[in-house]
Structures are given as C-alpha cells and as structure tokens.
C-alpha cells in the first residue's frame, strides 16, 4: 500500500477504505484454500496425464515419429520479424551470367549447374539408390548454384515486400561467385576479378536504402566459400570483394564461412534432393533410417598430387579394409554431379569420412549426412562453427572426429575406431543425422509447410537484422 501515500485522497477516505480492506481480506482467505485444492487437483491431473502418455509410447525406441521432427512454422508467426525487400539488380549482375553460362568457367559451359533455378538437369540412373517414387525429387545439383536458388526462392518468399520503406532486410541478389568465378583460374588481372563487384557495390551505394543504415540492414548470398572473396594482397588467390570498404556492414549467407567473422553465416551446400512435399522428405527420412548398410565406412575423394597429401593416406586405409570400406575414386573424373556411384556409396555405409578437401568444408559432408551416413572429421574447422544454424552447436552429437596425426604416423586404424563405438552411440548419431535432415536439405515444391534450409537461412537474418 505504499502507493496510496502518495494518493491525496487516502486520508480523507481512510474509514470506508478500512471496511473493504476486511472484506477484501476475507476474500484472501478463501481463495487462499481454494486454490490449495485446486493446485492438488492439476498436479493429480499432470501425474494421470504423464501416466497415460508413457503407456502409449513405444518402449526403448530412440527414434521419434519422423513426421514429429519436420519442423513447421506456428500459424502466427509468420513475418514476425519483418519482410525482405530484394533488390531489382541491373541484368550485368544476375541474369546476363546466367545468359552467359557457357563463359563462366575456362573449361566447361556452366549451363547446366545454373538450370532451372539453380536445381539442375533432373537427375537420371540414381534407381539401385533411390525408392523409384523419389527419383523425380533428385537432380544433378552443383555445389555452387546457391546463388541462383537462394535468389529464386527469395522472389517467391511469403516474408518478401516490394515496398522498402517497410522493409526489415534489403537481399542483394548479384551472383558473386559466378561473377568472380569466371577469373579465378586463369592468368587474370586484379582488376579483371574485382570490377563486377566493385561496379555493384557502387549501383548499390547509390540507393536510398542502403544510405540509411550504410547496408547494415542488407544480406548477400556468397555461393562460394568466402576465401574466393578475401584476397588482401594483390598476388594473392580471389577476388577483394569482401575486404571493399562498402562491404563493411552487410551480413554475408555462404557455404563456407570465415569462422572469425561474425558478419557470415554458412548455409548448408545444396545436394541433389529436392523434395516436393514433406511426404518425400519424410519417406526419404524412413528409407535411410533402414537401409541396409553393408559397409562400415565409405571414402568418396581424389588424391592430390603433392607430398604428404592426407588423401591419399585416407585412399591406403580404405584399400587396405575391402571388407569394411567403400570408395569411390575420384582422381582424373568429375565426381559431382552426374555420378550416381556417390550416393550409392553413402546410402551403403554407417560412416563416412570427411577430410579437408581444396577447402576446410565440403558438399560430400551433406550428400554423406543426406544419405543417414555419420560423418568422420579430421579438422575442426570442418564443421566446428560452421553451419550452426543448420546443425546446431554440438558437432560431436551426429559425427565423429579422428585426430590426423595419429591417423598419419600409423598409430591409429579408423577402422577400429569406428568399430569401438556401441551399437547405441552409432544409432544415436545416426537417428541426429536424420533429424537435421529437413534443415539442411532445400526442398523444391511449395507443397507441406516444412521449413528447409533457406527457410532456415532467411528467418536467421529476419531475426538478426530485427534485433538490431
Ligand atoms: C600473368 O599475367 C601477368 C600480367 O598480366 C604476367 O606478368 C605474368 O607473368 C602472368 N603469369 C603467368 C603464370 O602467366
Ligand atoms: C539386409 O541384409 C540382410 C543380410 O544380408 C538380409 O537378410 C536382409 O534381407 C536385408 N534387408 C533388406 C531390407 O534388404
Ligand atoms: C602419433 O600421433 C599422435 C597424435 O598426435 C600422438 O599422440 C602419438 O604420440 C604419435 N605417435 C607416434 C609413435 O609418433
């Protein structure tokens, strides 16, 4: 009753205050004992409740109801943290490379990575692997179409408004990589690698959205890892686009990101598997969680021609236990894209492994974890504080992860490393693996409610760039 001190009319009504201050007390009294039995009443209701659920679960079984782990968007809570407003880039910036498909590489025509809408040519020869219902939900993804998909999708987002004024987040949606990629393998100038980027961050800078907050509210999708962004020095790999003064404040989606950087966000790569509803995505989610898998590991990688290359130590392991490793040799050929003999492989092991390949991470990561393989790291920075939106923070949850150097000096077999885990820790990471799947895996119909990966991505950015 503090308060009332500092209410003038306190005293002058003090009598008839007194009066209802004992009716109100009575009051307390009774509903004081009234809610003593009425809390006894809930917690017997809680207890038969808890009762009748545990007599309906099924016994000891670690999986839960696939259908349970699809996570689907609550009815209101949608745009909560605002709308995307995608920028009407000039052509140069998008849509002419996408014209120009067959210049974006020195060696082969990219026309296919960057068909339709960044999936692919549907994929054809996957049957020994794939329930023959699913197969028209796989395609010959490349690993960087990102761009080109994120940018599709974007434009079809329910969250997306043509009005900047209102807008929470401003997408840029220039093809980086494929930009950039048409110069990084060749003899090309500084120059030559950094001139689209530079030439976009100025359009850019010329718009009123980003001189309000100088692109702090604006994403970009890098379907590249970022190493081909950050070059500092002129003689060094890449393009400078990262480091350009503009680029300063603007959140970053790739595949790979800088782990010291906290402006990027790595988003799963796209694999081959496309569901059309989350019917597809839960019937691949049953196939892999039973499948029969007559390997313990597989190894999916092409050796390097250099000293002490781990590769090529990881191919001796794998030829020296044929009966307990697969491997798909991809020295000399294109093992992406195009070759059903990858997933096969996966979809036929309990593990996979996964050393650092030109980069720290890798597309085979999410192909292996597609196919419910647990996978086998030798670097940290292979998956430690990456794709954490994605896959959480507890790698060691869903893989495992072997020390290189013992692998190196002999002193360690991963066969017999991967056959001393219990039969439960492998069901266990298994059934994690599984239940990351819908959030890493970008769906292609606009049938079921599930969220996917970019779903995952955007709503990330919305509620980042609405906190601030
Ligand atoms: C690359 O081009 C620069 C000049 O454009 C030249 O000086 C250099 O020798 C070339 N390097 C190679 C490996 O061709
Ligand atoms: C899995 O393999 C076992 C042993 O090789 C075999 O008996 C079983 O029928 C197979 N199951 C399926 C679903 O193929
Ligand atoms: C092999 O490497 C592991 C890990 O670095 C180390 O603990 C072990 O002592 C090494 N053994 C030999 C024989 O070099």
Request: charged letters at 25%.
């Amino acid at each position: 009753m503090v308060l009332d001190h500092y209410n003038p009319s306190f005293h002058t009504h003090k009598k008839s205050k007194n009066l209802s201050l004992k009716n109100t007390n009575t009051i307390r009294i009774y509903l004081f004992k009234f809610s003593k039995v009425f809390i006894v009443i809930i917690f017997q209701l809680v207890i038969i409740q808890y009762i009748y659920q545990s007599s309906s679960k099924p016994p000891s079984s670690i999986h839960q109801d696939t259908t349970q782990q699809i996570p689907t968007p609550e009815s209101d809570d949608r745009c909560k943290h605002g709308t995307v407003y995608v920028y009407d880039l000039p052509a140069k910036f998008n849509q002419d490379l996408l014209d120009n498909c067959a210049d974006l590489d020195p060696w082969h025509s990219r026309c296919k990575a960057v068909s339709n809408h960044g999936l692919g040519p549907m994929a054809a020869g996957l049957s020994s692997t794939v329930p023959e219902n699913l197969s028209p939900a796989w395609y010959w993804t490349d690993m960087f179409a990102g761009e080109v998909l994120y940018h599709s999708r974007m434009l079809r987002h329910a969250c997306r408004t043509t009005d900047p004024d209102t807008a929470t987040a401003f997408y840029i949606p220039f093809y980086a990589g494929l930009a950039v990629g048409r110069y990084l393998f060749t003899n090309h100038s500084v120059q030559e690698r950094d001139a689209s980027c530079a030439e976009l961050l100025k359009w850019v800078g010329g718009q009123a959205p980003w001189r309000r907050m100088r692109g702090a509210d604006h994403f970009i999708m890098l379907g590249r890892m970022t190493w081909d962004f950050r070059r500092s020095r002129d003689g060094d790999w890449g393009s400078g686009f990262i480091y350009m003064a503009q680029m300063e404040h603007v959140l970053r989606l790739g595949v790979e990101r800088d782990p010291w950087d906290p402006l990027e966000i790595s988003v799963p790569y796209p694999t081959g598997f496309h569901p059309r509803s989350d019917r597809e995505l839960v019937q691949w989610m049953e196939y892999v969680r039973t499948v029969n898998r007559t390997s313990r590991f597989a190894f999916v990688g092409g050796k390097r021609q250099m000293k002490g290359d781990f590769r090529t130590i990881l191919q001796e392991q794998c030829r020296d236990e044929p009966g307990s490793c697969r491997m798909v040799d991809c020295s000399g050929m294109r093992c992406y894209d195009g070759t059903s003999e990858i997933m096969e492989a996966f979809v036929a092991s309990e593990f996979c492994l996964q050393p650092r390949g030109d980069a720290h991470t890798r597309r085979s990561t999410f192909d292996c974890m597609l196919a419910g393989s647990i996978p086998v790291f030798f670097w940290k920075r292979s998956i430690y504080n990456q794709y954490e939106w994605f896959l959480g923070d507890e790698p060691d949850r869903f893989s495992v992860f072997i020390d290189r150097r013992a692998v190196r000096n002999g002193t360690t077999s991963i066969r017999k490393v991967l056959e001393s885990l219990s039969r439960d820790e492998v069901r266990r990471k298994r059934e994690k693996v599984i239940s990351l799947m819908p959030k890493f895996v970008y769906k292609s119909g606009e049938d079921g409610i599930a969220k996917d990966a970019f779903d995952f991505a955007i709503d990330g950015v919305l509620r980042r760039l609405h906190k601030r």
